[in-house]
């Protein structure tokens, strides 16, 4: 199995609602990753966990929280969004965590990404 | 961190070889070359990477110049499957950014049947 998998893949909330993202992978990765990608531009580094902790949070507004319940799951939990924060995120992950040597010789599987819409 | 330049776009006809370069003039001595693509409504692929010698895998061969201040993924055969927006990046192995993957804007290639 060499599958990220991301729920839901499309949402649509208001700027006062709570929602939450999903990410889960079964290949025994330790890093897992949260990107965010407008359209036509390239992904956007907003989180990296490593080995479950926080690694790399890249200035990111404190009304996206990520968590990484377990080495499987990412979750990136949304309130109080507003309209230019309507994007793509993907997920991610790879098999060493990040801030060693080691991670620059692998790759990162990516998931297809939740559309989302902020109303 | 070491960036990368690549061509906003190019074209290429279906089963034809393609030439995909990117300019890395600021490469450290051990940043890795990695190359992702993006097809449309899909998340990236990573593709292929390489630190000096020429590499070559079922998807590309990637051919990085004896500076490394270069480098060119090789599409042996086009396939329409093949169009997409492909990404050069640089992986740094020491710093701030260490083993980050940051993508720059990268080249979308079109392929014509």
């Known amino acids: 199995d060499t599958e990220v998998t991301q729920t839901p893949k499309h949402l649509v909330m208001g700027m006062t609602n709570k929602k939450s993202l999903k990410c889960e992978q079964h290949m025994g990765h330790r890093a897992m990753y949260w990107y965010k990608q407008k359209a036509k531009k390239p992904p956007e580094l907003m989180f990296v966990y490593s080995y479950e902790k926080l690694s790399i949070n890249e200035s990111v507004p404190s009304r996206f929280s990520p968590e990484c319940p377990n080495s499987s799951l990412l979750n990136l939990h949304l309130h109080a969004l507003q309209p230019e924060d309507s994007a793509l995120y993907l997920c991610?992950?790879?098999?060493?965590?990040?801030?060693?040597?080691?991670?620059?010789?692998?790759?990162?599987?990516f998931g297809s990404g939740t559309q989302l819409s902020v109303l | 961190d070491a960036k990368t330049t690549q061509p906003n776009s190019m074209e290429s006809n279906e089963e034809e070889p393609v030439h995909l370069p990117c300019n890395h003039s600021t490469i450290s001595g051990t940043d890795y070359i990695h190359w992702y693509r993006q097809l449309p409504s899909q998340g990236p692929e990573y593709v292929i990477h390489g630190l000096t010698s020429n590499v070559n895998n079922r998807m590309a061969s990637l051919a990085i110049a004896e500076d490394r201040k270069s480098s060119t993924l090789i599409l042996h055969r086009a396939t329409l499957r093949d169009a997409a927006v492909y990404y050069c990046i640089l992986r740094a192995s020491f710093g701030g950014s260490q083993g980050n993957l940051i993508f720059g804007k990268g080249t979308k290639l079109s392929v014509k049947p």
């Open positions: 991610a992950s790879s098999q060493e965590g990040t801030g060693t040597s080691l991670a620059t010789n692998e790759k990162l599987f």
